[in-house]
């Protein structure tokens, strides 16, 4: 996770120069002037931007470094007629630069600051991983922190990349980066038509493109470079190795974005952040809720604090949690900036006890693992000022982390997507329905939804559903296999006292105390209790044991035990759902059925290998999902949002097959298979 920085020197010009390659990031006379003639116009995208027909563009970068050519690419598509269409850049860089360094540079190009700006206020973090950004003109980039050859293995095929841009250091001293492994993913990612351009003529670099179903063009070069390489992929009959086995297929839809209308059953975080994420990319969306408002569920609970879930060690799922903290951090302190909510980015301590204590997490591992924007020990001023406090021995620190009402987090995301919210409307079953899509003389039939209420009367006919619905959706006939369980948890407010008033980190032990909001009547959430929901007492009803039990477990937490009074103000309850291995539900919606025939194979042999055909039937069309986001909704729901919004949308996503496999809620049905449970 945590990356090695570049060792960088600068040169008189205030250009850097990398002392681990012995190379220049950029030209000295003009860098922008070089940028924009070698990939922007060798690309040709002045000319394809004027004239694009298409929902979305997708560009790649190996060699992120300033992140000059982004820039251009995003001063050029905001000054072309692109209204309505998405810019994603996806861009691959080994060493990412320090927020100082990236600062430094950016302030040599004035006329790209308004770009600058929005990126450089969520570059906060150097660990390995897809790092989300959504920017203004509806840009998306990935940046992809880690070894190009490595972070390109993990991408699907899927809508493919349009355009390359080929920036890393000279093949003489950065051989890996030109080498036949990257060449070949850059093949199996790109479509009849994507071009690709870079400043290196070198003869080997020519040969293998060529190899690899590329038409080369030596063009005139920049300044006083006399050539560099203009592409173009004409293969079209390529028949790629799938990055995993047959079930994990996820088939996308294919209607355009304007077209795609879509319910989304459930208005807590989970629900509301896909409306938003849908919404920046063009697809329309009603929300169905049976409760009288919003953030009924879970997310009515007063106040959520941000954190990461922590691993011992780096694998698909660790990236996954890591990745939902950092991006979900971002959209916080975004929508804050534009005035949407209040995020109190106060930073979270993380005490000994709250550690897993069936396998205890190693605290020296764990710093050496994370980055330090992420995680670190506690300074000896904080030290200092929280000993009198609690037990902070060998407390952890997450600068990033703090706290917001869940509530106005999903008006907030209301708001911006002006999504139709259909209160007091409980939906209880789905109905298959072919619908007609285009004008009469060119009509097409595709697979839709009637969405039920309770007697049977008609809600609405979609294209597609995402069910958000959280512990409920073992109601719907096509999601009652997949495994839910339910713990109940209640969050108590207690007063407090003018030496708690000081109190300004969250601080999670057993219990999380939050600071307070009010100077003046100080009074403390302590959250939560966790219970096995047995289904039969209502939701939110709340209970004076679990606030007796949230008191005593708090107390533990503190030195001080005349911090807190055992006066309660408030408490709420409220039902997490989640999933045997405690990872959120997130994908399309398999058809067990059909899974259960086609691969019980799996049970007599379960290595056995399946064929990639007509894996489409493996889901149910049009209906996917988002729940089980246990404990963490508030890091998991935003960013699982933008991964199935960009799985529906056909995009590339921000995380690899691999994560992707261990999200889809097929895994049980094939562990259950594997392990002969029918
Ligand atoms: C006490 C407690 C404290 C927590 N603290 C934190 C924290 O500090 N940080 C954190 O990250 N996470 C925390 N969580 C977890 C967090 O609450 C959840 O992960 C998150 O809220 C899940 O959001 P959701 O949208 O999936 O579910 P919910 O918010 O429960 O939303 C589901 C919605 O679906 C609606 N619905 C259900 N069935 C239907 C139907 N048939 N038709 C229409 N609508 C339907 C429900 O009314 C509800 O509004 C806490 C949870 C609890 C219980
Ligand atoms: C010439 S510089 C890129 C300049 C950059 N496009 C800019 O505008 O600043 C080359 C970059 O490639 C990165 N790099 C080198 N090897 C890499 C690899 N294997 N994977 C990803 N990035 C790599 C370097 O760290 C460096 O930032």
Redesign the pocket.
Known sequence: MKLVT?NISWQENGH?F?E??K????SAED?IGE?EHV?LRGNLLPERWQQLDRDQFTLA???????????LACKLWNESPTKGQRLHYI???????QLDQMQK?HALWPELQPFSEQFITQYADQGSGCHRFLLSDAIILDL?F????D?LNQLEQRAGIDAW?L????PKR?H??WGSN?LQQIARLSHAGTTLSTYSVAGTLRRNLNQIGFTVKKIQGFGRKRHMLQASYEQTDIQNQPLSDAWNKVPYFTLPSTQKNIAIIGAGLSGCSLAYSLSRRGVKTKIYEVANTIAAGASGIPLFSLRPRLFQANSAIAEYYLHSFLFSSKMLQSLTRFGELTWYQCGVVQLQSALNKKSPLKTLSLTALYPDSVLRNLTDYSRTKLRSIADIETALFFPQGGFVSPASLCAAYCTLSKVAVHLNTAVATLVQKEIKVGSPNIYKEHNGWQLRGDNGDLIDTVDAVIFANSQNISQFEQLRELPIESVSGQVTRFAGTAESNNIDHIITGERTLFPSTDHELVSHLVAASYRNFDGLTPNDSFSDFDNEENFKAIQKSLTNKSLLHNDILQSQAAIRSSTPDRVPLVGAVPNINIIKNRYGGLKRNANRKFDNLYTDQNYWPGLYISAAHGSNGLATCGYSAEILASLICGEQLPIGQETLDALNPIRFAIRDLKKQIS
Do not use: T
């Open positions: 570049p850097p990398s681990d390659y190379d220049i990031y950029f860098p940028s990939f970068e190996l060699g992120f470094g300033s992140g000059l050519n982004f820039l861009a691959f860089e080994k060493h990412p630069l540079l992809h880690g070894d190009a050859k972070r841009f920036d890393g250091f000279n950065n890996a980066i990257i």
